[in-house]
């Protein structure tokens, strides 16, 4: 999605003088100036009109402080508006009711659902019919005392009730004026790694609604990895862990999510990271020509391995009704060692099978690839993978379908980021310099800072530091921050969230804007704090 910057609209050079006439910024003089009189004229004549009693007025508005920060703000001269006892939100239409009734919990107010009749001190929720328009886009207006939040989708509505429910929190009030807001990028995501280290159900429910009030759209749980499986299967309930989400939880918290406009993205990652599948069934295990196991790969010249991850894929898709579906794909062991095709010489016997006598490990795991993508697609999901998981000199190629989580630039034959956006391929940016808070800071890793991203991210600095170049833009659809847990022990669920409290609201701040922030760090984090 294509979004121009749009600047605050500032009024040059009006101060904060209070004006004569009504509240809404109508004409008059300020009041206590000098009042000319005509040449000639004695000044002490009698007025041959009774003086106007000046009436209260205001300042221009400014605009209201939000994380994300709005796109654009229109000032006025008026009190704003706070939510008082016996104030009501209203809906235009009956698909409002949920964010209708949230926002009037949040407030304190009453919720008085589909009603056409305007009072004072009203918010009104209203559905547009702008065909074409951006759908998480939203119109707020705070006028002659109430409010009013459209948009032509119920996602920009929910977005509108966000900027007022931070508005008021952050400042009492939600300034007079309008503003018309907007995201850059139309994949906004937060990843939690459930695989290696259990999180309560709990736990990530309040993460859902945090990741709400920041207009995030997405969710993912990587739940499968060699360290365990933690969702309950059906098909095969002895892959799953003994700590672990039941689907009833799950579901919950798929519907708390979609609540507040939150895509849960699943992730099963195949064909390497499947430990945890194959501690139930070790005759799947990849071994090389010395019979030593390959840890956490499956060997995919075996038609069993590609049935049971199928058959979890197609179990998790009712689960997961979203369309957003990762396939993994990285760190296969076949691929990490010098010669793949004398190390697993029954992966290159199935490859030139399959692909004629030119076929390589490569080509396989490519295979194996797009024919899970395939699966998924079944479903009517869109895959994506891994950037590592599409192989560089493959003769088969990946499919052009399948959207690059691009993650790293440390894999074996790394390639640029261009390598993939020239090919024309849609990008999500999970940089691993920037986003990737792995507990324990393992290998080179250290926790992210939510004033690194803040001052020097934005979603085209896709490896390193440096921005791909802004002809890219439009086919980077957005970012992730992930949380791994690589060593699950080292921190509780209470300090990776407070870890990762700042880094999710810089990272929110640039994928909603990545223009240059009008406030400085200190001011953000206060502005932060204040929010809760």
Same mark, same amino acid.
């Given at each position: 999605?294509?979004? $121009?910057?749009?600047?605050? /609209?500032? +009024?040059?050079? @009006?101060? #904060?003088? =209070?004006?004569?006439?009504? %509240?809404?910024?109508?004409?008059?003089?300020?009041?206590?100036?000098?009042?000319?009189?005509?040449?000639?004229?004695?000044?002490?004549?009698?007025?041959?009109?009774?003086?106007?009693?000046?009436?209260?007025?205001?300042?221009?508005?400014?605009?209201?402080?939000?994380?994300?920060?709005?796109?654009?703000?229109?000032?006025?001269?008026?009190?704003?508006?706070?939510?008082?006892?016996?104030?009501?939100?209203?809906?235009?239409?009956?698909?409002?009711?949920?964010?209708?009734?949230?926002?009037?919990?949040?407030?304190?107010?009453?919720?008085? $659902?589909?009603?056409?009749? /305007?009072? +004072?001190?009203? @918010?009104? #929720?209203? =559905?547009?019919?702008?065909? %074409?328009?951006?759908?998480?886009?939203?119109?707020?207006?705070?006028?002659?005392?109430?409010?009013?939040?459209?948009?032509?989708?119920?996602?920009?509505?929910?977005?509108?009730?966000?900027?007022?429910?931070?508005?008021?929190?952050?400042?009492?009030?939600?300034?007079?004026?309008?503003?018309?807001?907007?995201?850059?990028?139309?994949?906004?995501?937060?990843?939690?790694?459930?695989?290696?280290?259990?999180?309560?159900?709990?736990?990530?429910?309040?993460?859902?609604?945090?990741?709400?009030?920041?207009?995030?759209?997405?969710?993912?749980?990587?739940?499968?990895?060699?360290?365990?499986?933690?969702?309950?299967?059906?098909?095969?309930?002895?892959?799953?862990?003994?700590?672990?989400?039941?689907?009833?939880?799950?579901?919950?918290?798929?519907?708390?999510?979609?609540?507040?406009?939150?895509?849960?993205?699943?992730?099963?990652?195949?064909?390497?990271?499947?430990?945890?599948?194959?501690?139930?069934?070790?005759?799947?295990?990849?071994?090389?020509?010395?019979?030593?196991?390959?840890?956490?790969?499956?060997?995919?010249?075996?038609?069993?391995?590609?049935?049971?991850?199928?058959?979890?894929?197609?179990?998790?898709?009712?689960?997961?009704?979203?369309?957003?579906?990762?396939?993994?794909?990285?760190?296969?062991?076949?691929?990490?060692?010098?010669?793949?095709?004398?190390?697993?010489?029954?992966?290159?016997?199935?490859?030139?099978?399959?692909?004629?006598?030119?076929?390589?490990?490569?080509?396989?795991?490519?295979?194996?690839?797009?024919?899970?993508?395939?699966?998924?697609?079944?479903?009517?999901?869109?895959?994506?993978?891994?950037?590592?998981?599409?192989?560089?000199?493959?003769?088969?190629?990946?499919?052009?379908?399948?959207?690059?989580?691009?993650?790293?630039?440390?894999?074996?034959?790394?390639?640029?980021?261009?390598?993939?956006?020239?090919?024309?391929?849609?990008?999500?940016?999970?940089?691993?310099?920037?986003?990737?808070?792995?507990?324990?800071?393992?290998?080179?890793?250290?926790?992210?800072?939510?004033?690194?991203?803040?001052?020097?991210?934005?979603?085209?600095?896709?490896?390193?530091?440096?921005?791909?170049?802004?002809?890219?833009?439009?086919?980077?659809?957005?970012?992730?921050?992930?949380?791994?847990?690589?060593?699950?022990?080292?921190?509780?669920?209470?300090?990776?969230?407070?870890?990762?409290?700042?880094?999710?609201?810089?990272?929110?701040?640039?994928?909603?804007?990545?223009?240059?922030?009008?406030?400085?760090?200190?001011?953000?984090?206060?502005?932060?704090?204040?929010?809760?």
């Amino acid at each position: 999605m294509a979004a $121009g910057v749009a600047a605050v /609209v500032v +009024a040059a050079g @009006v101060g #904060l003088g =209070l004006w004569a006439g009504g %509240g809404d910024g109508g004409g008059g003089e300020p009041v206590g100036s000098a009042r000319r009189t005509p040449a000639g004229e004695s000044a002490l004549r009698a007025p041959t009109s009774p003086e106007p009693t000046p009436s209260r007025s205001y300042p221009l508005s400014s605009a209201p402080r939000t994380i994300p920060a709005v796109r654009a703000h229109t000032p006025a001269r008026g009190p704003g508006w706070r939510p008082e006892p016996g104030h009501r939100v209203v809906v235009s239409d009956a698909d409002l009711a949920d964010e209708g009734r949230l926002i009037a919990g949040e407030l304190g107010m009453t919720y008085g $659902g589909q009603n056409g009749e /305007v009072r +004072a001190g009203d @918010v009104r #929720l209203a =559905l547009g019919d702008d065909e %074409g328009a951006d759908p998480e886009s939203y119109t707020m207006t705070v006028r002659g005392g109430r409010v009013t939040i459209s948009a032509s989708d119920d996602a920009g509505v929910f977005y509108g009730t966000r900027t007022l429910k931070q508005a008021v929190r952050g400042g009492g009030s939600a300034p007079e004026g309008v503003v018309r807001d907007d995201p850059a990028k139309p994949q906004r995501g937060f990843m939690l790694d459930i695989a290696r280290k259990h999180f309560d159900a709990g736990w990530i429910e309040d993460r859902v609604r945090e990741l709400g009030d920041l207009k995030f759209n997405q969710l993912g749980l990587h739940f499968s990895d060699d360290q365990g499986f933690r969702i309950e299967s059906d098909t095969h309930p002895e892959i799953v862990s003994k700590d672990h989400l039941t689907k009833a939880q799950v579901r919950r918290i798929v519907e708390l999510a979609e609540s507040r406009h939150i895509t849960v993205v699943p992730e099963i990652d195949s064909p390497g990271h499947l430990g945890a599948v194959i501690a139930a069934h070790p005759d799947l295990q990849l071994r090389n020509a010395q019979g030593v196991a390959a840890s956490g790969a499956v060997d995919i010249s075996d038609p069993n391995a590609a049935e049971i991850v199928d058959d979890l894929l197609n179990e998790y898709a009712d689960l997961f009704p979203g369309a957003p579906w990762h396939l993994g794909g990285d760190e296969y062991r076949a691929l990490t060692v010098a010669d793949p095709e004398a190390s697993y010489p029954q992966l290159a016997t199935a490859a030139r099978k399959a692909y004629g006598a030119g076929g390589t490990v490569a080509d396989l795991a490519t295979g194996w690839l797009n024919d899970r993508a395939e699966t998924v697609r079944a479903q009517r999901k869109i895959p994506r993978a891994w950037n590592d998981g599409f192989y560089e000199g493959a003769s088969v190629r990946a499919d052009e379908r399948i959207q690059v989580a691009y993650w790293t630039g440390k894999e074996i034959g790394a390639r640029q980021p261009e390598e993939y956006l020239s090919a024309g391929r849609q990008v999500i940016n999970y940089n691993d310099e920037f986003l990737y808070y792995v507990l324990g800071e393992p290998q080179t890793f250290v926790y992210p800072t939510g004033q690194r991203i803040y001052e020097q991210w934005t979603p085209r600095v896709l490896r390193g530091t440096e921005a791909v170049p802004a002809r890219y833009d439009g086919q980077i659809l957005g970012g992730t921050f992930a949380v791994w847990c690589d060593l699950a022990g080292a921190q509780t669920q209470q300090q990776v969230a407070a870890g990762i409290r700042m880094p999710l609201r810089a990272t929110a701040q640039k994928l909603w804007n990545p223009g240059e922030p009008s406030l400085s760090w200190p001011e953000f984090r206060t502005l932060a704090d204040k929010l809760g």
